[in-house]
Antibody
Framework: QVQLQQSGPGLVKPSQTLSLTCAISGDSVSSHLVTWNWVRQSPSRGLEWLGRTYYRSKWSYDYAVFVKSRLTITPDTPKNQFSLQLFSVAPEDTAVYYC??????????WGQGTLLTVSS | VMTQSPSTLSVSPGERVTLSCRASQSVTSNLAWYQQKRGQAPRLLIYDASTRATGIPARCSGSGSGTEFTLTISSLQSEDFAVYYCQQYNDWPWTFGRGTKVEIK
């Protein structure tokens, strides 16, 4: 049974960087069968997929167009986790952020969620 | 674009409920349904339009292909009152519907 445990701050000031980590148990970040994703949810925009990383013969990354210039997802093989960095945050980035495992496109395991508030 | 209807459904326990999800273009059978309760992460119910995820009771079923999909709960239990989302994974980027809230009548 895979479990995803998120950690990171819940409050970030505008223009600063959001950093979140998702620790994996019961699976490997290097698995060839799944992808590791970040999804956020807000009342105004609903559920939005942000980006993913996955390993096949090398590490690959995909990002949603609307955050591509501000988002980095990084795997950490020794710690079996992956992280999100969202640069230059703004109030519109206020949302609940989830990490999630995807198997053939469907999100079959989710982290507990982190409520991020962007405020000075 | 994934469009779910209705946005809210008021149902009595024991009733049958049918939720709709429509895609703006064909997603073949690459569609999933999720249940989300207040303060919790979404939970996968159905994938590939009609396959139940592990541990999901038989009263939940999915159907459809192309652009029209339905999620049916045959006899609503107290734990089924929640928000339900559809998600397509046929076209990049993967996208979600805005959800249908199933509330107690």
């Amino acid at each position: 049974q895979v479990q995803l445990q998120q950690s990171g701050p819940g409050l970030v000031k505008p223009s600063q960087t959001l950093s979140l980590t998702c620790a994996i148990s019961g699976d490997s970040v290097s698995s060839h069968l799944v992808t590791w994703n970040w999804v956020r949810q807000s009342p105004s925009r609903g559920l939005e997929w942000l980006g993913r990383t996955y390993y096949r013969s090398k590490w690959s990354y995909d990002y949603a167009v609307f955050v591509k210039s501000r988002l980095t997802i990084t795997p950490d093989t020794p710690k079996n986790q992956f992280s999100l960095q969202l640069f230059s945050v703004a109030p519109e980035d206020t949302a609940v952020y989830y990490c999630a495992r995807a198997t053939s496109g469907r999100f079959d395991s989710w982290g507990q969620g982190t409520l991020l508030t962007v405020s000075s | 674009v994934m469009t779910q209807s209705p946005s809210t459904l008021s149902v009595s326990p024991g009733e049958r409920v049918t939720l709709s999800c429509r895609a703006s273009q064909s997603v073949t059978s690459n569609l999933a349904w999720y249940q989300q309760k207040r303060g919790q992460a979404p939970r996968l119910l159905i994938y590939d339009a009609s396959t139940r995820a592990t541990g999901i009771p038989a009263r939940c079923s999915g159907s459809g292909s192309g652009t029209e999909f339905t999620l049916t709960i045959s006899s609503l239990q107290s734990e089924d009152f929640a928000v339900y989302y559809c998600q397509q994974y046929n076209d990049w980027p993967w996208t979600f519907g805005r959800g249908t809230k199933v509330e107690i009548k």
